[in-house]
């Protein structure tokens, strides 16, 4: 997660000797020969690679340090999720994860290559637009294989950050106990008091007493840098942090840093059209994204939290 958006996949000087350990993985997982690899912008936890193939091929590898395996194991369970729900919309593909050398190597995650678009041209509107309906579909199709309960068969991350899950049977209280409460604890373990942060947790009823969401599939990282057109058109989604959950939590991350265009919103609620009250909704499902910036970056999203939740119980009196 970043507080704005970079460019992802753009090839960047090519490195001239590829690491050994990783190619004789790749061979090993893949059959395939790792004839170079370039450095790709974007992303501010893993490093990110395209790799190229002996015959032309092309795959898009993220590294990093083998403590950091159960990020890139989370990664692909969320991306496969998404897979099975997606229709239209590419989702990456998980090809390889692991380690390169046992324990002493590097953590790896192999994904199929996206050709993303970068031109800036004339159609991105109608992509923008194509996007937001195939997101409102694959919200409303995971809905085919929901148990009805919030959550996620697995604990994983929402950035480099520990996002809890399980399941709960009530969407107020799964927001309050699994997304909003752990991130106020961590935030008073680092000495971070945050004036009405019980408060705020009672107060939940107000905005989601009364509000019974679909049990959807939803991305649940949804800033604009993991969204993005493809150059032979459509678009896709990558870098989640899924769960079972409300699909506004989407919608309303994607205002956050710089925000998805126009269009996006249009095309979403075209093909599913968001329920009274999701404007409202959408500054208290913010506030997790706000907490857990301030939990791992510091700074001025502490400000940004603490006003609001301020805010939010003016609205609550």
Partial sequence: MLAAPLPRRVAGPSVQHEPQALAQWLQRQLGVEL???RPVGGGCIHRAWELQLAGGRRLFAKTNRAALLPLLEAEADGLEALRRAAGALQIPEPLALGLTAGGSGEAVLVLSW??????????????????GAQLAALHRGS????????GWSRDNFIGSGPQANGWMAS????????????????AEASGQRLPGASAL??????????????????HGDLWSGNAALLAGGGGALFDPAVYRGDRE??????????????????????TWPRPE????????????????HANLFGGGYWR???SSITDLLKQAR
């Fill in 249 to 270: 939590v989407d919608l309303a991350m994607a205002q956050l840093f710089g925000g998805f265009p126009t269009a996006f919103f249009e095309g979403y609620d075209a």
């Fill in 277 to 292: 009250g999701h404007r409202q909704r959408s500054q208290l499902y913010n506030l997790y994204h706000q907490l857990n």
């Fill in 143 to 150: 809905l085919n294989d929901a148990g009805g309960e919030f």
């Fill in 171 to 186: 969407w107020c209280d799964f927001f309050g106990q699994r997304r909003l409460a752990p991130q106020l604890r961590r």
């Fill in 201 to 218: 947790l009672e107060a939940l009823p107000h905005w989601l007493g009364g509000h019974h969401p679909d049990a959807c599939l939803v």
């Fill in 304 to 306: 940004q939290a603490a």
């Fill in 114 to 131: 996206l050709e993303l678009e970068h031109s800036g041209g004339g159609s991105q509107g109608r992509g923008w637009w194509q996007l």
């Fill in 35 to 37: 004839v170079g690899q």
